[in-house]
């Protein structure tokens, strides 16, 4: 059993920053990946930014060179730097876990933390 809490969203003007940060607690496989994923009014939830246990990031066109994902194993916790934030970046944002077994896969997410970018 997982639980994932987001922390740090709020409210940023265009051209800003936030860091966001997912607190993972309970099972976590050694193989594994985490990332971030945001839905906006109306639209579909979309990849943001991925990293896996071995340390390979993926990122979305939208966002690369703004975003940084980072993770610290020691203490469970996957982070995103946003940087030169845009008012199209305003969305939810959700964290993921995936854990990994032999022929199996496990899902878990958080609730969601509020982004929105505004003048």
């Known amino acids: 059993q997982v639980q994932l809490v987001e922390s740090g969203g709020g409210l940023v003007q265009p051209g800003g920053s936030l860091s966001l940060s997912c607190a993972a607690s309970?099972?976590?496989?050694?193989?594994?990946?985490m990332g971030w994923y945001r839905q906006a009014p109306g639209k579909e939830r979309e990849l943001v930014a991925t990293?896996?246990?071995?340390?390979?990031?993926n990122y979305a066109d939208s966002v690369n060179g703004r975003f940084t994902i980072s993770r610290d194993n020691t203490k469970n916790t996957v982070y995103l730097q946003m940087n030169s934030l845009k008012p199209e970046d305003t969305a939810v944002y959700y964290c993921?876990?995936?854990?990994?077994?032999?022929?199996?896969?496990?899902?878990?997410w958080g609730r969601g933390t509020q982004v929105t970018v505004s003048s």
């Open positions: 993921k876990l995936s854990n990994y077994a032999p022929g199996r896969a496990y899902y878990y």
């Open positions: 309970g099972s976590i496989f050694s193989s594994n990946a």
């Open positions: 990293i896996t246990s071995g340390g390979s990031t």
